[in-house]
């Protein structure tokens, strides 16, 4: 019997729907190939449209519309228009949040094809995964606005660790170095944020009693950012907060290819919520609507939403003609210095991905 996944596809905002689209020609042509599986997809109209029509991100009952399905794919959040706080709290974080979709996974992969700034840098230089903590930490919503306009005024924007919080992460990501076999490095500031940090440091030594086959290192996320470009090297499995693990891997995009091939998971591990994958670049409306977009990110997610439901050989198999399409340079987007539109470059994904099924 052929096994349904359902996904729940938010194309959101900007370039969101244009780049969504080709990942969702990719997952379905894998299925097509491997005969084995399908798709389908429902798409909500979600995003900062939608509340210019509406006063609200999503369907008062949205939460509940999403709860039955396998997994969410989302485009893109933001607009000009719709300040920033109120895009991202009203669908993105929200999801996150109530799905309890605590583990942030982003890799930080030096693809065959790929540009890097770095001089000399290999792709066995560059081969790292950063867990980050995705639901409390300083992006907990927790403070307040003291004395608004007035002379006195103060803002307290509080970053919430809770035990099971932090060592839930912790745990996540000690797990994942021993089954890859590789080095966790703990990235914090227990030097300066002397709450906060000193405790995640704790609970990152209690943990790691229990993984003492796992090789560990702990820097200050000033030290990791410049070891980041200087010797990317040092990193495999790296777990750290909300805020440090969101601008370090925007650093690591940099280094991996730029924003056009960024990808993350938000993933629930128990499963009692569907996890959400996504394209990290943002919603670009300078170039919405043109056809210019770099679909990779959007593919490369549907890669990690591959490997999420079991189909490790299709994740593979799509991340592997990601970086055929790269080393051809037959079809790349303006941003990779090519002239292909952005249906052209998720063509010629599908094409590969079928052509490397025929010659096995």
């Known amino acids: 019997m052929m096994k349904t996944y359902r996904i729940a596809v938010i194309p959101g ?14 997952l379905n042509r894998a299925a097509e190939l491997d005969g084995s599986f399908r798709f389908e997809f429902v798409t909500f109209p979600w995003g900062c449209e939608y509340y210019a029509k509406h006063g609200k991100m999503m369907d008062d009952d949205g939460m509940e519309k999403l709860r039955s399905f396998d997994a969410i794919y989302l485009g893109a959040v933001g607009y000009p228009g719709v300040p920033d706080h109120i895009s991202l709290w009203g669908l993105l974080l929200r999801i996150r949040k109530e799905f309890d979709q605590y583990v ?3 890799p930080i992969q030096l693809l065959d094809g790929a540009p890097c700034p770095l001089k000399d840098a290999s792709k066995a230089d560059i081969d790292m995964l950063v867990i980050r903590e995705n639901s409390e930490g300083e992006y907990a919503g927790a403070g307040d606005w003291l004395f608004k306009g007035k002379p006195e005024e103060v803002v307290l924007q509080t970053g919430v660790f809770s035990r099971k919080g932090t060592e839930r992460i912790i745990r996540y990501a000690y797990e994942t170095a021993r089954r890859l076999n590789k080095s966790l490095t703990s990235v914090s500031k227990g030097n300066a944020l002397n709450y ?4 995640w440091d704790q609970v990152f030594e209690e943990v790691g009693r229990e993984y003492p086959d796992v090789k560990t290192y702990s820097y200050l996320v000033d030290a990791a950012a410049m070891f980041m470009i200087k010797q990317p090297q040092r990193f495999e499995v790296v777990v750290t907060s909300n805020l440090f693990g969101d601008i370090l891997t925007d650093l690591g995009a940099a280094i991996a290819g730029g924003l056009g091939l960024a990808a993350g998971a938000n993933v629930n591990p128990d499963r009692t919520y569907p996890s959400m994958f996504e394209p990290i670049h ?3 409306p300078d170039i919405a609507g043109r056809g210019i977009a770099n679909p990779l990110a959007a593919v490369w997610s549907a890669s990690q939403l591959l490997d999420f439901l079991g189909q490790e050989r299709w994740g ?3 991340l592997q003609a990601v970086e055929q399409v790269m080393v051809e340079r037959v079809a790349l987007t303006p941003d990779m210095g090519g002239t292909a539109s952005t249906s052209e470059v998720g063509d010629k994904v599908v094409s590969v991905l079928a052509a490397s099924v025929a010659a096995k």
Not at 13 to 26: F, R
Not at 196 to 199: A, E, R
């Open 13 to 26: 905002d900007g370039i969101g729907p244009e780049v969504i689209a080709e990942g969702v020609k990719v």
């Open 104 to 106: 942030n996974i982003r």
């Open 196 to 199: 906060s940090m000193v405790f």
């Open 282 to 284: 943002g919603s670009a």
């Open 316 to 318: 593979k198999a799509v």
